[in-house]
């Protein structure tokens, strides 16, 4: 009886921190902020096409470590208590395609500003903006799977996340990033 070939996860080898591309629709608005362009170098060391997330979910930035996190899954942690989500509408990721044993580079834009909530007056909350500036280090989390995440009409939000988080596998890595000169 042959063994089924067992399938392995998406691999993480590099990211380079660039200049943003101009040609975005956020960098073409005379009021968008400015932005770091990140590449994301990635592998698939399987015999059949990997549908990798392209499009990021979220992420952080600590200045003290200099650690930026980026999320292109919906795996990532929820929010603190305190906020509370006025609406839920779930986006289906945009997708890369990776061909069998191929490489593909997914381009990130993060903001060159972070927005961190902190104590207000009374109750409230306020808000402060941090750069994100001297990235030392990137915790990059990818989701991947060997079929596409499809949308499905009428499906509620609770469901749609749902299938989010279920879609495929999750790799994590930490990278030491190179830096492209404007």
Do not use: C
């Amino acid at each position: 009886m042959a063994r089924k070939p067992r399938k392995k996860k998406l691999k993480i080898t590099s990211a380079t921190i660039r200049p943003a591309d101009p040609g975005t629709a956020t960098e073409t608005a005379e009021d968008a902020p400015a932005q770091h362009g990140i590449a994301v170098d990635i592998d698939n060391p399987n015999d059949t096409p990997l549908h990798v997330w392209a499009s990021p979910r979220g992420y952080d930035f600590n200045s003290e470590t200099r650690v930026l996190t980026l999320y292109l899954t919906d795996n990532q942690p929820d929010p603190p208590a305190d906020i509370k989500m006025i609406s839920s509408h779930p986006r289906t990721p945009s997708q890369l395609v990776v061909d069998a044993n191929g490489k593909a580079t997914i381009d990130v834009q993060v903001p060159k500003t972070i927005r961190r909530r902190v104590a207000g007056e009374g109750l409230s909350l306020s808000f402060v903006e941090e750069p994100i500036e001297q990235i030392d280090r990137i915790d990059i989390h990818i989701q991947s799977a060997f079929e596409p995440m499809q949308y499905v009409v009428d499906e509620s939000p609770e469901d749609h996340h749902k299938r989010l988080r279920a879609h495929g596998d999750v790799v994590k890595t930490t990278i030491t990033p190179t830096q492209k000169q404007e």
